[in-house]
Nanobody
């Protein structure tokens, strides 16, 4: 089993910044892509940003130029630097990781419990 634990959420004023962290632990042979998704009340979960093990990144149009995703492959961790935050960024942010538990195992997607980000004055 694999566990993902997020941290770094909180309340911030519009224009402010936050940095989210996510650490994976458990039965891990290799982690492929990792990413951040968010879900606002009454809305579907949506992609925020993803990053491959080679460092290729992908962002939702709504966060391009404001958010930066990065990862520490050795520490099985992924980060999301969020700047110029807007009220519409308010959501629960979930970490996602695609993990192979063993060298011959299939890849399985895992989710963290989420961390609340609230942007409000």
């Amino acid at each position: 089993q694999v566990q993902l634990v997020e941290s770094g959420g909180g309340l911030v004023q519009p224009g402010g910044s936050l940095r989210l962290s996510c650490a994976a632990s458990g039965m891990i042979f290799r982690i492929y892509a990792m990413g951040w998704f968010r879900q606002a009340p009454g809305k579907q979960r949506e992609l925020v940003a993803t990053i491959t093990s080679d460092g290729w990144t992908n962002y939702a149009d709504s966060v391009k130029g404001r958010f930066t995703i990065s990862r520490d492959v050795a520490k099985n961790s992924v980060f999301l630097e969020m700047n110029s935050l807007k009220p519409e960024d308010t959501a629960v942010y979930h970490c996602n990781a695609n993990v192979a538990p063993g060298p011959l195992s299939s890849i399985t997607g895992y989710w963290g419990q989420g961390t609340q980000v609230t942007v409000s004055s």
